[in-house]
């Protein structure tokens, strides 16, 4: 692996190690974002709460029946009447002013009476003065027991908020409602004990499933972790005493208004051997707590809780399974990007697996109670994402810059705009193309030198490479080099060029036709006329970097490249400007004129290869290609004299250097034969 791979991974590693290291400290603000996208599980939720649990209201019809609240205890007493069938009844109110003495007696009578009372009280931060005597040894009744806890520190406070003296006495039992809010100051856990100066009170709702199941709750964190519970049903508590709520939808708990069981509107099998919640819901009496289902009565928690408890709807969290969704999510950029190119597969890929991982989260919630983390795999694929396609992007500007400076002077820029988009295709190696390649040379170039000095043969190459190389790149190819005074250009490397036979048959036209008017220039400058002669062959060939990676030199190499530099020789034998072979010459449609010429065994090659001359499609050319084929055919069968009369008059009425040269041939043949 190259330095900067490695770096990229070693960076990509360290943004995971920060993305899990935010999760398990939960900083802010990223835990209230994981809290809120956590809490969209409960829009799916479709579940009733158990129905061995009703909730009891003082709401705003029953306000508007008695009054604002407090009211007369009598009223309430009166209530409790009603609830004499039922297991257990939570009052989830504090009464802590006394009132009249007959009001205050008539609660407590009636609270005793039914034995069966769980009062509540609750935790404070800052209070006026303490416990008023007599209070502490009551509470120490309700206090937990099968407690033992050596490391792990419960939620609590310095004062409690205590119901009166006589009421304290009068419950059955006495709990704390208090509850804990997450960083956002929302209720979603629920303690399942208090701490109250080393001494742990259990939750309302605790006490109230111990009355009711007549089970005990215990507490040990002896093993390495806090294990706590019910009777032999084990509670998630977490690390710190506190069970994760699984709330219901809202529509779905069962609430009945206090005046209606006041006035004897409810029937008795709504009540008798359940668990009944009294407490308040209106909001002006503000008894509300926020909430992942809004502004919600604080007895619902406790509803809540205890529905959870009853039903074994608890939440489920796998730590190591969210931690592997976090490893998986937040390696899968690394993945994306060594198995595709694309920044747009990759991001199709990153989206469809974070719906993915988001659904099969919703879904493992729905059937099976599991509690998969969402926030921290989605933000270490987030960033993760960001950061491999920033490094991506840079380095296809790098790629692309050195790519630009590299070829700019080769391609055309259209080409070069190609050739930016699939740097990867530059890469150091080769690869098999079928290609297209051009050889020119300038005739009589040692002599022409010869005239000339230094500074003015450099004028004449600058002169003649420049208009010859822009007719290559505007047909698509691309100048693979300058080798003295020849041309070395590339058709079909190193990006698609469809039909590259042609390109290069129309760049070899037009670079002799680029001569012709070149030497009216090199005239007036005072430089010799130039004449080229150009070879193409077409077929397979390693093109790529064949350099290094500190020297970029892109090239072809094989038996195509070298045939196509021997035609080019040719030209000079044959007396013609243009020689094309045969596997370029099948692939030329009627645009082109196309003379054959012979079958030649060029040096490297084992087997002959038919050759023919490119001309301009002219009617001249037409007709010289016409009269000469014959000939040609006549020299094949080994009628030399024939032939040698067809070619005879293919010279005079033409002009026609090449047929000289088959008149030459006619002439050696006869001698061989003779």
Known sequence: ?????????????????????IGVLQLPPFNLIALKLADLNFALHDATPNSEVVLVTVDEK???????????????AHGLERLEGASVVVL?????????????????????????????????????????????????DSSLERVDLNHTPLPGGPYLELNTLPLLESCAANAAFSTVL??????????????????????????????HLNRDLSMSDAEGELVARLGEQRLPAGDLGLMRLNFYPRKSYREIPFVDLAEGRVPADQIDGKIVILGISEAGVTDLRASPLGNTPGPLMHYTFIANVLDGAFIKQIPWLDGLALLLLGLLPLLARALSEGVLRRSIIYVTVAVAFVLIGKLAYLFFGLWLEMFYPLLALLVLAIYNETDAYRRSEEENRFITEAFSSYVSPQLLKVISGKPKALSLGGEERNVTLLFSDIRSFTTISEGLDSTRLVQLLNTYFDPLTRVILDNGGMLDKYIGDAIMAIFNAPVDLPNHPTAAARSALEMIRTVERLNHQLEREGLPAINIGVGLNSGGAVVGNMGSSLRFNYTAIGDTVNLASRLEGQTKNYRCRIIVSEFTAERLDDEFLLRRLDKVKVKGKNQAVRIYELMENTERNQQLKDRFKPGLELFDAGDFDSAEAIFRDCAEAFSDPTSEIFIDKCREAKEVSV
């Open 1 to 21: 692996m190259s330095a900067r791979p490695a770096l990229r991974h070693l960076v990509s590693l360290a943004l995971l190690g920060l993305v899990a290291l």
């Open 182 to 211: 997450d960083d956002d100051a929302l209720t979603r856990r629920y303690p399942l004990a208090l701490n109250f100066y080393g001494e742990l009170y259990p939750s309302l709702g605790v006490q109230a499933l111990r009355f």
């Open 62 to 76: 029953s306000v508007n029946r008695y009054g604002r609240w407090p009211w007369d205890r009598r009223i309430l």
């Open 92 to 140: 989830d109110m504090v009464l802590s002013e006394p009132t009249t003495v007959e009001a205050d007696t008539a609660l407590a009578e009636q609270i005793v009476a039914m034995d069966n009372v769980i009062c509540g009280f609750f935790f404070r931060n800052e209070a006026s003065e303490g416990l008023y005597p007599g209070a502490r040894e009551v509470l120490r």
